[in-house]
Each structure stands twice: as structure tokens, then as C-alpha cells.
């Protein structure tokens, strides 16, 4: 349209008088979004391998085709969309919000599965619960209250840490030289995953960055860390989950770590179903390639909906720690002299306080593991284990831009300390491995303090599993070599109890070297005057809990194996209900 002459003139004359100048356009907002590919397995399927022993190669063999990758890729850039990061699960986008709406409401090819994100709105809140100096615990007196022989230091292990906001990366130096930590080069890495790992946020979430890395540093001090840094938005999160999935299954990654959560019904609110899988599937693709995930269970008692802003009184349990392949973290209370108790801190004016987060999921399974352990369960219960939590006793860290030293706590102090200290425990085999999911295994070990004092706003610590502080708190020097000794995903039911590795000469033996089918031959070896009452063998097996009555001649591989090593596993049940384990590998 041509303006005519006279307005011109007016125009130029107002700008030359300064009486009028032009509105500024703003600046349209920047959205992402991960496409996850066509031909992925279903969620279903992803969460049951990642309850079976990990495969990283058996993942890596269910993933979709390169092409489809290769076609969202083209056409991202073919919309002038940046292309954030891709691999052969997904592929994450991001642009002017009008851009990429245009590009993913219209004509997506079918290479696309669905759509995450599409939104800037803010996915997951911190459950850092910073303090003043009370009475700070350091790295050294929290890994000896928890039993962490001296010699295990997470050498060979990386712990991935999930950061939904930036932070100043000299706060990790100032407390490794107060608590005499040497951080070598390259023991640090961090990983962009569309997010500016130096940029703060604004609502001083470096603190939950800082107490993640400084945690997880205190409690294995030579692990190396993987700092992921993705928006907090459901693209972003699922994107940054994508990312340690794909560095799981690269070997990259054997623990992971996240204090960033919502109360179930929140997240549900702002999350799709498109989101809700996602989220789902990268997280038993990061525990079915080997990893093992642990999750804050939330700081707000039993209430996890709650805030001191906004008070609520409907239980509520937070996800991800509610998700059944990830090992929720409770919280508790240390003071000196007395038996350690679950944390729990009085609200004021209708909000009913902080505490260690717990109670009945109302959306996840009850998975198999926790059969029995709450009469009338019938979902997922919050949390599994427990340690420190409290501010008043946290670990004394750094960050320097809100005052430098505190106590801090919350179960974001909790979750990256059970992180570390498994990282130590790994190390402490000279392996470099992870465990995959440890749940299983969790729930028959007695490798546990039991915590019977305290409450979390509605449910009490009581003798055995409670809803405020799981099983428990750890004794590293039991629990670890039970850890390494069970198979990962193999849980048993009844009276068992499990043998540790190293076998004894009193068990059997599996011997398996190749094979072209799904059915795996074996050889099963007895030692002289042994009894043993039932047998099982597989890729993935059922624990002592289904038995055939002699020793088997076949042992099943997961469906659809990929070519190369596969490890099977023998159980014998004996007589005294003890089980056997026995493993070997197969091409």
C-alpha cells in the first residue's frame, strides 16, 4: 500500500520534532518442539525392557529407522527451523512461535510420530530447600553416617545430572577446595540441550544446579558428571531426558539425577499425552540401556501440590519420582545423638508444611516389586528409600550468587546423594557398567536403617516400608555388594533371599556360546551332591519366582535380539529357599 505524500511529510516532521516515534515491534517468543519418529516401540514395550536386565544393545536395535530421522531433519530445515539435536528416537526443534506452529499443524510427514512442546510454559518446579548455617553436614560426614567405605570413590562411573536452569560452574570449585575434593580435567562435562548453561533464570534455580553437582561430587568425589541443560518446558525436558538416553545407551552415562519435579495432577494439567509418553519413554530407555535413575520425591510432605504461596491439601505424589522404573528419593532428619527421622517442617497460615514427599500415586501401576508391601495398595508408591533432607542438618554448599555458604536440603539434596554414593559403589568393583533398574533389588535387600520416627503431614514412619521414608536409609557397606551381586530387574517373591557374587562352588554353572535362534542353547553344570528344587534361564528372568523342576537346556532371548552379546542368567532354588545366580554370555 502507497502512502501519499502528505503523510510522509507529517511523518518525517514528528520524527524530526522527537513528538512521535514508531511502536516497536516485540520480539516473537522462541518455542521448541521434539518430534519423536515413526516406528518407535510402544510405551508399554519400552517400560517392560526397562524392567528386565539392561540392554543397551537390544535398545539401540528397537529404535526406529535412520531414514526417519533423516526426513524430519530435511524437513525441519526445509521450514527454517533450528534443529537442536537429533537422533535415531527424536528429533528436537525450535523457532519463532508463528514459524513453528505453521510448520508442525501442517503437513508433517509421516515420519512423525507426535509432537512435544509446542509452548513455553514452565514444566517442573526445584525441590531445593535452601537454609542458613545451621548445622551443615559436609561430603565426608554424610558418605561416613551412611556406611561408604573410604576406598569407593566413583572412579569410572558418570553420574548425569538433569539442570533446568543456568548457574555459575566456579560454585563446584569453591566447595571442592573447601572439602579437599582434586577435580581433575574433563571429570566435569556440560552438555547444552538447547538451554544456555550460564544463563540464571530468574528465579534462583542456580541453587538446585549448584546443590545437584556439589552433592553428587561430595558423595562420589572421582565419578565424572554429565550436566545436561535443557529449558524447563515439556520440549525441553524431554529433550534433555532424550539426550541421556541416547549417551546411556553410548556407554556415556550409568546413573542419572533429577530434583526438578510436579505433583501429579499439575503435571497432568500442563503436560499432553503426546508429552506424557515421551517423557515415559525416554526414561525407561535411559534405565533399559543400563542407567539407573533416581528422582527428588518432592518437599512438600504428603500435600506435593502445595506451596507456601499456594497452600493445598489434596495428597498428591510427584512425578517423575512416581514413574515405576525410577527410584523415588525421600527425605529425613539428622541429629546428633538420636535415631535418624524423617523430615518434616510445620506450614503457617493453611500451607501445611514441608517434609519428606509420600503417599499413593493416583496414576502409575503398582508395580510388582511393591506387591503386598501396603495392604490395599493398588498404584505406585512414594518414595522407595530415603536419606538426608533436612536444611537444618543438609550439606553446607556454595552459591554465590545468594550469599555464598549454606545448609542446604530438600529431597534435591537427597536424590543427587543416592546417586553418588551408588556411583561409589559401582566404582567399587573396578566396573563401569550401571545396574539398570535396582528397584527389584531394592526391596529385597536388608541393607537398610529403618527410620520409625516422624511423618509427612499425613503418613507416619512406622517399622518397615512407610510412605514417608521407604525402606529406609542406606548402609553402603551392606547394601552395595547386594546391589552388584543381584541381577538387575530379577525380583523375588516369597522367602528367598539372594546369594552374592562372587558364586560359591556349591552353585551352578551356565555355559552358552552362540546361537542363530531365539531359544538359546545351554549347558548347565551341577556341582557333586548338590539339591537343587527348581530352575530358571533367560535374558530375562523371573527371579526364584517361577521355577521349572530340572535344570533347563535352552534359555530364551528377548524378542527380536540384536546381533552380537547377549548375557543370560541362571537361577536355582535350593532346599533353605536360598537362590543361586549364575550368568554367561552369548553371541
Known sequence: MAFPRCALALVGALLATGAWTPPVQAEEAQLSAVLTLADRPTTAQLHRLASQHPSSAHVTALAPKRSHRDAVVAFARGKHLDVVRADDWSVTVSGPASVLRDALTTGL????????????????????????????QTAASLR???????????????????NLAGWNKGDLQQFADHEGIAVRPGQITTIPVGADPTKLD?????????????????????????????PNTSAGVVSGFEQMAADAAAGLVQVVTTSWGSCERDFDETATDSDRAAYASALDRIVAAGATVFAASGDAGAFDCGTPEVPDDEAQVDFPASYGNVVAVGGTTLKAGLPESSWSEPGFAGYLGDGSGGGQSVEQPLPGYQDGIVAG????????????????????????TQGGWSSAGGTSLASPTWAGMLASALSSQGGRSGRGNILPALYTSDGFTDVVDGHNGLFSARPGYDLVTGL???????????????????????????????????????????????????RVTLPKGSSYTGFSAGERVPGCALQQATPPTTAALLPHPSQGEHQLVLTALDPALVCHQAVANVV
Do not use: C, K, M
Open 202 to 230: 530468574g528465579f534462583g534455580d542456580e541453587y538446585e544446579v549448584a546443590l545437584d553437582a556439589e552433592a553428587v561430587l561430595g558423595s562420589a568425589p572421582e565419578a565424572a558428571q554429565r550436566l545436561y541443560f535443557a
Open 472 to 522: 529406609g536409609v542406606p548402609q553402603w557397606s551392606r547394601l552395595g555388594p547386594a546391589l552388584l551381586a543381584s541381577s538387575p530387574g530379577a525380583s523375588a517373591t516369597g522367602p528367598t533371599s539372594f546369594v552374592r557374587r562372587p558364586p560359591r562352588s556349591a552353585d551352578p554353572s551356565i555355559r552358552a556360546l552362540y546361537t542363530r535362534a531365539v531359544d538359546a542353547p545351554i
Open 377 to 400: 495398595a493398588t498404584r505406585r508408591l512414594v518414595p522407595d528409600v530415603a536419606s538426608d533432607a533436612d536444611p537444618q542438618s543438609g550439606l553446607g554448599i556454595y552459591v554465590r
Open 109 to 136: 510427514p509421516p515420519d512423525v510420530a507426535s509432537v512435544v512442546g509446542l509452548d513455553n510454559r514452565r514444566l517442573h518446579r526445584a525441590h531445593a530447600s535452601p537454609d542458613g548455617l545451621a548445622n551443615p
Open 144 to 162: 561416613a553416617h551412611y556406611d561408604v567405605p573410604a576406598s569407593w570413590r566413583g572412579n569410572g562411573i558418570t553420574v548425569g545430572v538433569l
